[in-house]
């Protein structure tokens, strides 16, 4: 969708006669149905005026095209102003990103500043506007067929007409790669001319915005080249080959996807514990329905296993252009029915019901995701429900899925690959931690390496020795502030008893902090593990969790103020006392279940209660016991 599209001798006009903020206004509300907001309405009168005064000049072509608020499809994303014509080359498309700021902070972040992003609203951090403008054009090319096919140049840009060169919006360090990519035009005469020169190098005929609606109607597809690169970067990648039954339900799912239709929708709900390789089907399936030419998203409500997997699957592609195949779950509010062929969706149970910064929008993302395609794949485990607001449960998928009449088929992983595939650690975890009651009360296996130490020195210590390839963490229950969030010289997760310091996870490598080298001087948290593995993995217990007379209780009161998985439960308790405490029973222990099967070859724990170590130490066979006590002799 794009809101107006002319030439610049009709914008001009447009301007001069009709006050063109009205005009885009009026043109809005035909597109949309919907009002534009205030902060909308001014900036359009702020900037287009300042857009115009630029193309006033007899060397910018009266016929070339003009766009304001063009939608890139099947995204929340709008390119504020482009330009269309050709060189002798060949078509050019000129992207440039508006924006009315007078002042920015320094991140310390690759192409992130920080700055006041409307009205009132205090400085927050969000992408450089010349990231932004080479992203767009990114996703144009990695997904518009009328721009790969026709190899139509992009040319983006970004033009802060109030803003003055301070040295910060120019950084070179962090900003300076992407100002190479996408120029930086500024406040000032000077800065307008080299900006009308920018546009003159780049549209030196016009075209009476053809290219524009070309570009508006091409058929959204991945790119030949994108899809080849993705699919190259999984080709003899070990981690991501598929085994065993993950083979059967990576094909079921995949012709399910590809016989879905806008009459025969499809959901397919593949259910499977820790270490069963959702991830890796799911991966493996957006890869693949991609290179048969449909579109689709892979969706976690989580940030980190997207993070992780782009940063994997990257390779020599640019981030921006691989970025669009993966999206957050409160993506899809205003999404077109069947806009895509598939969406697959990784780590479902942590979907919400509503979506956005505050919780206040959409009315339930599991109806949101069914509806926005012809075909949702659903990965999910009841058991790793580890919040408050988490609403993907088995049932829940069900009833959303009949109610929209979608046919819905289930596919189960039984097949452990994690905790050296062994299932009875995973049984005596269950039944441990009080999920639910299995045979398997004692640990006596020689495959998985479990410990439980009695320091949180010595279980940091141990991680890091088994830390060479960079495969070893240590997490905790999230049962300390996080105060090095305002001070970095501060410490988080502090034990005075053991002279134990450390900061959590949460700052500089935020959602790759399980795949930064850096990290294992850190401590993660559920938040940035969860559906991520690694060898070996090291869990601090906290107070949410102890053992009293032989039995294992949740304390919810011991969870940090800052942690918003339960956050408002002490309001929830008064209202519904039983159910909830029952739901906070289960999300801590299934925290801890989460967190104690992030490894492949070993988990070792400390319990900052020492009642709660000596149970974990009496649930060991005699045997294991005392072999794994003489280790710390």
């Not at 301070?166 to 005469?189: N, T």
């Not at 499809?266 to 493996?284: C, E, H, L, R």
């Not at 998203?297 to 997997?309: G, I, W």
């Amino acid at each position: 969708m794009i809101v107006y599209q002319a030439n610049k001798a009709k914008f001009l006009d447009d301007h001069d006669n009709r006050d063109i903020e009205h005009v885009i206004a009026s043109k809005y509300l035909e597109r949309t149905g919907h009002y534009a907001p205030d902060a909308e309405y001014r900036a359009w009168k702020n900037s287009l005026g300042e857009m115009a005064k630029v193309l006033r000049d007899p060397g910018i072509p009266d016929d070339a095209g003009v766009g304001v608020e063009f939608g890139i499809p099947q995204t929340s994303k709008r390119i504020d102003f482009i330009i269309s014509g050709r060189t002798e080359a060949g078509p050019n498309l000129i992207i440039v990103e508006l924006k009315q700021w007078s002042e920015a902070s320094l991140t310390g972040k690759d192409g992130v500043i920080a700055a006041r992003r409307g009205g009132a609203a205090p400085e927050r951090e969000g992408a450089h506007p010349c990231y932004q403008a080479w992203s767009y054009a990114a996703l144009l090319e990695g997904f518009n067929e009328a721009v790969y096919e026709r190899a139509i140049a992009l040319s983006p840009c970004a033009y802060l007409h109030n803003y003055v060169q301070d040295g910060v919006i120019d950084h070179p360090e962090y900003y300076g790669d992407y100002i190479r990519k996408a120029p930086l035009f500024l406040k000032g005469e000077e800065e307008r001319r080299r900006l009308r020169d920018f546009i003159k190098q780049h549209v030196k005929y016009g075209d009476n915005a053809e290219l524009i609606y070309q570009i508006e109607n091409g058929r959204i597809r991945p790119s030949k080249m994108l899809v080849d690169s993705l699919v190259g970067m999984l080709k003899g990648n070990r981690e991501f080959v598929l085994i065993d039954d993950q083979k059967v339900a990576f094909e079921s799912a995949a012709a399910l996807a590809t016989a879905a239709s806008e009459e025969k929708k499809q959901v397919v709900v593949i259910q499977g514990g820790p270490g069963t390789g959702k991830s890796v089907i799911a991966v493996n399936l957006l890869a693949h329905l991609s290179k048969l030419g449909l579109v689709c998203k892979y969706v976690s409500k989580n940030a980190a296993p997207r993070a992780v997997f782009k940063a994997k699957l990257k390779g020599n592609l640019r981030l921006s252009a691989i970025d669009n195949l993966f999206s957050g779950s409160g993506s899809f509010i205003e999404t077109s029915p069947n806009a895509f062929d598939a969406l697959i969706v990784d780590e479902a149970h942590r979907l919400n019901e509503k979506s956005g910064m505050y919780g206040n929008l959409g009315e339930n993302q599991i109806k949101e995701i069914i509806r926005s395609a012809k075909c949702a794949i659903f990965f999910v485990d009841d058991d790793q429900i580890v919040t408050l607001s988490d609403v993907g449960h088995s049932e829940e998928l069900a009833r959303w899925t009949h109610s929209m009449g979608a046919e819905v088929s289930h596919l189960a992983l039984s097949s452990q690959f994690r905790c050296s595939g062994s299932d009875g650690y995973l049984a005596w975890l269950d039944n441990t931690l009080g999920l639910r009651e299995t045979a398997n009360t004692r640990l006596d296996t020689g495959e998985f390496d479990f410990r439980v130490v009695d320091s949180p020195n010595e279980l940091h210590d141990l991680i890091a020795a088994r830390n060479g390839n960079n495969k070893a963490r240590v997490v905790a229950g999230y049962c300390w502030d996080w105060i090095s969030k305002k001070d970095q010289d501060s410490h988080d997760i502090v034990i005075q008893k053991h002279g134990y310091a450390r900061r959590w996870n949460l700052n500089s490598d935020g959602s790759l902090w399980i795949v930064s080298p850096t990290s294992i001087k850190e401590v993660g948290c559920i938040h940035t593990c969860q559906g991520l593995e690694v060898d070996y993995i090291g869990v601090i217990i906290g107070p949410d969790l102890i053992a009293r007379n032989g039995a294992l209780l949740t304390v919810p009161g011991a969870r940090s103020r800052m942690d918003r998985s339960i956050r408002g439960w002490k309001k929830k308790a008064k209202a519904e006392p039983e159910e909830t405490r029952k739901k906070l029973d289960r999300i801590i222990r299934n925290t801890y279940k989460t967190l104690m099967t992030r490894g492949i070859k070993g988990c070792y724990i400390y319990c900052d209660d020492q009642e709660t170590s000596e149970f974990f130490k009496n649930h060991l066979a005699p045997t294991h016991a005392v072999e794994k006590s003489k280790s710390f002799a």
